[in-house]
C-alpha cells in the first residue's frame, strides 16, 4: 500500500531552473525521508526532518516538512546534470519502525 | 555513515530454482532488516520486516513461502526467493534500522534478480 504520494512523477528540466517536488498523504509520519536513487544502486539518503514545520537546507536544496507532519517538499535551486536521479520519499510509522516509500519523482536536468 | 552490503548484485537463474540473497549490517548492529522490491522507475515496495531471532512480518500480498526470510544475526538477514519464475525477476533491496532518535535507515546497494 502506498500511503505517500509524490508529484510530479516524471519532470525533464533544463540546467539553471528551479523545482519542487512534493509528497503528500492522510496518514501522519513521526520522520520523513528524502533519498536520491541511482539506476542499478540503492537509495541515498539524504535528509531526514522530524519537526512539523521544520525547513533544512543542504547546499541548493531545501526540504520542508509540513505542519501537521503529513506531506512535504523539497525544491532544487539551479538544476544541475547531477541532480538526475529518482527522488523518493518515505515516511516513518509512529512507532518508527517501519517506513513506506512514496511513488518516487524521477527528475532528469539537461545540460 | 552506517554501510549496509547486499551479496550478490546481480544474479540469473533458470526458472525454478531458489536464489538467496544477503543482506549484511557491516559496521552496526541491526535489530531490524527490511527487504524491499523496485521495478523500473518505480518505487520501493516493502515486503517484509526482518527482525533479528523471531519469524519476519510480511507485507499484504507478500508470500512468506516463496519468499523466505530468515534474520539469524544482529548482522545478517537473508531473502530466500524459492522456485523462482521470470515474474520475480526485479531489482531487491534490503535496509537497515540504525537504532538513533531518527531510526534512520540505510540502504544495501540492490541486488538484480533476472529469471530466465
Known amino acids: 500500500t502506498q500511503l505517500l504520494e509524490q508529484s510530479p512523477q516524471f519532470l525533464s528540466i533544463q540546467e539553471g531552473e528551479n523545482l519542487t517536488v512534493y509528497c503528500n498523504s492522510s496518514?501522519?509520519?513521526?520522520?520523513l525521508q528524502w533519498y536520491r536513487q541511482e539506476p542499478g544502486e540503492g537509495p541515498v539518503l539524504l535528509v531526514t526532518v522530524v519537526t512539523g514545520g521544520e525547513v533544512k537546507k543542504l547546499k541548493r536544496l531545501t526540504f520542508q516538512f509540513g505542519d501537521a507532519r503529513k506531506d512535504s517538499s523539497l525544491h532544487i535551486t539551479a538544476a544541475q546534470p547531477g541532480d538526475t536521479g529518482l527522488y523518493l520519499c518515505a515516511g516513518a510509522t509512529n512507532t518508527g519502525n517501519q517506513f513506506y516509500f512514496g511513488t518516487g519523482t524521477s527528475l532528469t536536468v539537461i545540460p | 555513515g552506517a554501510v549496509v552490503s547486499q551479496h550478490p548484485s546481480r544474479v540469473i537463474c533458470k526458472s525454478g530454482t531458489s536464489v538467496k540473497i544477503e543482506c549484511r549490517s557491516l559496521?552496526?548492529?541491526?535489530?531490524?532488516m527490511f527487504w524491499y522490491r523496485q521495478f523500473p522507475k518505480k518505487s520501493l515496495m516493502l515486503m517484509a520486516t526482518?527482525?533479528?531471532?523471531?519469524?519476519?512480518?510480511?507485507e499484504q500480498g507478500v508470500e512468506k513461502d516463496k519468499f523466505l526470510i530468515n534474520h539469524a544475526s544482529l548482522t545478517l538477514s537473508t531473502l530466500t526467493v524459492t522456485s523462482a519464475h521470470p515474474e520475480d525477476s526485479s531489482f531487491y533491496i534490503c535496509s537497515a534500522n540504525s537504532v538513533s532518535s531518527y531510526n534512520e535507515q540505510f540502504f544495501g546497494p540492490g541486488t538484480r534478480l533476472t529469471v530466465l
Open positions: 559496521d552496526f548492529q541491526a535489530t531490524t
Open positions: 496518514s501522519v509520519f513521526s520522520s
Open positions: 526482518s527482525n533479528e531471532g523471531s519469524k519476519a512480518t510480511y
